[in-house]
């Protein structure tokens, strides 16, 4: 590993250490620390890796991205940004510019009693042994190398605490902006903790101010404790020359119920890891994605489910569309380790490719070490059903609007999926004026 | 309305088609009966439209105008409709969307007022009735989890919908227990009308006793060998297919 790769990137932590050292106490110098000399013995993935033989980020290395000061007079165009995010005003909202938390554009409503949805420097300050040992359960042992480099930078995003027995009812929107002059990076590192019996909602944002060229590299930590419910969703709507990188890790406990819906439209290379670990019986884990690459973005999704235990069950289905010369990566692993028997475990990735030159790239990974499981994995790759267009012309319906009632047909699957009804407008929208359905 | 005139049609390397001729008048119900593969569903593909195949020799002139030479979703506008043996499925498309989109593609065709949101869903639930189907199943999706006599009941209703001027039902019958193969056949019977045409494919006679035809020609090895009224179809019946091979020379269907 060439050290010139990383150099721009020590230099930042080394500035960005200094400017924090009078606000940070030890143990999150220390974090941040052991973040970087990870991430610098790690370096960049190279393509020789397997699981990033497709997605080349070689060019990270030369780009002089900045860490951003929480100077928030600078926010032109936030406004309409926040607008543009916005999905309903019940919603508790937590907004991020450049990584650092604005006050001025969240909102609070009441939160049932014990609950916790702040910004994560606030936590630091406020309760910061109990932060520093929360921080990094899921996401220490497995750094990869831009998990460290989130920690080498670590200084804000979501921290949200529901104790048990506690239901949120309203939907907790984390919104991340990027906006500003100069390449900027963002390295949001979000804590999700449900206690027993405890159920949420939460929504993930992101977006960027027209042209703006940015890093953005979020790390999410999720812990459900036993019974906990978490319905999570994702939506990537980054500028079209941004990066966008972000890692999910979810430790679930004996009769939790976790479902993930992530949806990618923006960004110019975007890549979506989901590590989920099944740590007890009767778990249920579903993900659910949609990601619809054109002109030459780059989407790549990855998933892992460790099934530890018995009795657990998990569903996966992602879909992607492709056009011009986009093109698409699904890398979805499961593992059944010895001791899960009964595993009920369902993997579905499938494609459309609507141009000759999008390209799609598709890894189902099953291990499987238990005798007594039902695992089953399809992936189709396809163009639209010919035998679907026949019969919809056979009726009287050009051609046009049945390839456009197809394409959305298949898009808005996984839109239906989503339960929340804001969220579901939203995305039944972005399709829409995406590949419209008309009026008939 | 119909005439094919030495119909020869082929899929891949093979010949189906033989050279069909026959005749089809406004009001007349004809029947199309014969064994396996002798090119019964072929022949109503080849009128819908498909593309799979080849018409190699012969014309067809629906209404006096060339049915060969116009696409799929002319020829459906132009009002030929046919009932399809296996419907396809059509996953997030939901039933009602897909039966306004078609009722309004053809009104826009002929340049006639679109039906509103309101007149439509009061046209779906009268034909709805008429046909015994729950009204939930209008917003699944197209076929979507449908039985097959479900199924079948869905074909005959964009059939009450659309109002075509010539309905071809291929092999309508297959799959279906008696009270299904009623409510089909009652759907059918209501739709009869001096103006309409009516084309009914299938292998058993049993159809037949509900949807009474003018008219019965059997196909056989791609050709019309015999035609007759509906008592030939009870002649099939009793002695099988396998009598007809004693004829030498096909005949030209009228």
Aim: charged residues 25%.
């Amino acid at each position: 590993m060439i050290a010139t790769e990383v150099n721009s990137f020590q230099q930042q932590s080394a500035q960005f250490q200094q400017q924090q050292l009078a606000t940070s106490p030890n143990w999150l110098r220390d974090l941040r620390r052991r973040g970087l000399d990870r991430f610098v013995q790690l370096g960049i993935p190279t393509t020789r890796e397997e699981d990033w033989r497709l997605t080349n980020l070689a060019f990270l290395a030369g780009r002089p991205f900045e860490i951003t000061s929480p100077d928030l007079t600078a926010t032109f165009g936030v406004e309409e940004l926040v607008q543009r995010a916005t999905l309903d005003e019940d919603f508790h909202r937590l907004v991020f510019v450049n990584g650092h938390y604005a006050d001025q554009w969240s909102t609070h409503h009441e939160l049932p009693a014990g609950t916790v949805v702040e910004n994560l420097s606030t936590s630091i300050r406020n309760s910061s042994e109990a932060t520093g040992k929360r921080l990094g359960l899921q996401a220490e042992d497995e750094q990869t190398s831009f998990v460290a480099l989130n920690a080498a930078f670590l200084h804000d995003g979501a921290r949200i605490d529901v104790p048990a027995d506690t239901v949120v009812e309203r939907a907790i929107h984390l919104i991340f902006l990027a906006v500003g002059e100069g390449q900027t990076a963002q390295h949001p590192r979000n804590l999700i903790t449900l206690a027993k019996n405890s159920r949420a909602t939460v929504i993930e944002s992101y977006f960027g101010g027209e042209g703006e060229d940015y890093f953005t590299n979020a790390v999410t930590e999720v812990e459900l404790a036993e019974a906990a419910d978490l319905d999570h969703h994702k939506l990537q709507h980054e500028e079209r020359s941004a990066v966008h990188l972000a890692t999910t890790q979810i430790h679930q406990q004996a009769h939790s119920r976790f479902r993930s819906h992530y949806f990618s439209f923006g960004g110019s290379i975007a890549r979506n890891e989901l590590n989920c670990v099944l740590d007890g019986e009767k778990i249920e884990c579903t993900l659910n994605g949609l990601y619809m690459p054109k002109g030459d973005q780059l989407m790549d999704c990855r998933t892992r489910i460790d099934h530890t235990k018995p009795h657990c069950n998990s569903y996966e289905m992602y879909k992607c569309i492709l056009d011009d010369r986009a093109r698409g990566v699904f890398n979805g692993k499961i593992f059944v380790h010895q001791d899960a028997q009964k595993t009920d475990a369902k993997q579905s990735n499938q494609s459309l490719l609507l141009s000759d030159d999008a390209i799609i790239n598709t890894k189902p990974q099953l291990e499987i070490y238990a005798d007594d499981v039902r695992c089953t994995h399809g992936a189709t790759i396809g163009e639209l059903d010919e035998q679907a267009i026949y019969y919809l012309r056979s009726r009287g319906i050009p051609a046009d609007l049945a390839r456009t009632m197809l394409i959305f047909a298949f898009a808005n699957d996984v839109v239906q999926g989503v339960e929340v009804p804001a969220v579901r407008k939203h995305l039944e929208a972005v399709l829409l004026s995406d590949r419209g359905l008309p009026d008939v | 309305m119909l005439e094919i005139k030495n119909l020869h049609a082929r899929s891949e390397d093979r010949e189906i088609l033989r050279g069909i001729n026959l005749s089809v008048g406004a009001g007349e119900v004809h029947a199309i009966m014969g064994p396996n593969g002798s090119g019964k569903s072929t022949l109503a593909h080849v009128l819908a439209g498909r593309e799979d195949y080849e018409v190699t020799e012969g014309e067809i002139l629906y209404e006096g105008k060339d049915l060969l030479g116009m696409e799929i979703e002319e020829r459906a506008a132009e009002g030929v409709f046919l009932a399809y043996q296996y419907p396809v499925e059509i996953s997030g498309v939901s039933n009602k969307y897909f039966l306004k989109a078609a009722l309004n593609a053809i009104r826009k065709y002929h340049g006639h007022p679109l039906v509103s949101r309101a007149e439509f869903v009061e046209l779906l639930k009268e034909n709805i009735k008429l046909l015994g189907m729950d009204k939930n199943m209008m917003d699944r999706s197209v076929n979507e989890g449908f039985s097959g006599g479900e199924k079948k009941r869905n074909e005959i209703l964009q059939m009450a919908m659309l109002q075509p001027k010539l309905a071809i039902l291929d092999e309508t019958d297959s799959g279906l227990d008696i009270d299904a193969l009623k409510v089909v056949a009652d759907g059918v019977n209501s739709l009869r009308s001096p103006e309409r045409a009516i084309i009914v494919v299938t292998h058993y006679q049993r159809l037949l006793d509900y949807i009474v035809p003018d008219y019965v020609h059997v196909l056989a090895e791609g050709k019309i060998v015999r035609s007759g009224d509906k008592s030939l179809a009870l002649e099939l019946e009793d002695k099988g297919y396998a009598f007809l091979q004693t004829d030498s020379e096909p005949a030209t269907a009228n």
